[in-house]
């Protein structure tokens, strides 16, 4: 599994090193005892390496059969797991399923189903912890729905949280999509819920952790 930085972070990751080579430069040249820039030049090394971790996009393939799998869209621990009212695309029961992403977490979402994109939906919002329920419709999000292969439509929803600050939605209407491509990018972690048909087969458990783009989360119920 090859890694690479996503272009998301790019500029960030080349603004940071700059200003960290500024900073840490004046720190050497004007701060005595040497022992102060070194231990300032130590902590710069390992935030940034911290921002970088945010940044990493594994390349990845779904090893199983995509035919009617659902695939978690991101890295992270399934936080919530029941069935809801989903109001703003489906109007009808489904079952949520949420994984929560750390900052320690890859912020790349992959796609969780094999389909075409109906509609991409951008709401402002809060951006209060996405671990809370409210997150889901009161956080700033992206709502995204997509028609699987066997015909039933499923609601991915993007959610920013305490510390991410942008969302970003590559999906647009019309678009196909596969569970290998990426959906989107989240700076700096939260969280992704999915809508699903109440007959689907869930495969995980709240607490359970997952991998996005590899680690399927349910399975569809077969084409009618």
């Not at 080349?14 to 200003?19: D, P, R, W």
């Not at 902590?43 to 990493?56: A, D, H, I, P, Y």
């Not at 039933?152 to 999509?177: F, H, K, L, M, S």
Request: aromatic residues 8%; positive net charge; contains cysteine.
């Amino acid at each position: 599994m090859k890694v690479k930085i996503h272009r998301e972070g790019t500029n960030i990751l080349i603004i940071l090193i700059l200003m960290l080579g500024v900073v840490n430069a004046a720190a050497w040249l004007f701060i005595r005892p040497a022992a102060v820039p070194i231990v300032f030049s130590s902590l710069s090394g390992v935030f940034f390496l911290l921002v970088l971790n945010f940044f990493r996009s594994p390349r990845r393939h779904f090893p199983g059969n995509p035919d009617g799998a659902v695939v978690s869209s991101v890295d992270g621990k399934v936080v919530a797991l029941e069935e809801v009212f989903e109001d703003e695309c489906l109007h009808s029961r489904a079952i949520q399923l949420s994984v929560f992403m750390t900052v320690f977490d890859v912020h790349a979402n992959w796609c969780p189903v094999n389909g075409r994109v109906l509609t991409v939906r951008h709401h402002a919002g809060r951006f209060m912890s996405a671990y809370l329920p409210k997150s889901s419709t009161e956080n700033e999000r992206s709502t995204i729905l997509i028609r699987a292969e066997n015909g039933q439509e499923i609601v991915v929803r993007q959610i920013a949280g305490a510390v991410a600050r942008r969302i970003v939605t590559y999906a647009e209407p019309g678009d196909e999509v596969s569970v290998d491509e990426h959906l989107g990018f989240i700076k700096f972690g939260s969280r992704v819920d999915i809508f699903l048909p109440l007959d689907a087969e869930i495969l995980v458990k709240i607490g359970q952790k997952t991998t996005g783009g590899i680690t399927e989360i349910a399975r569809l119920a077969p084409k009618k």
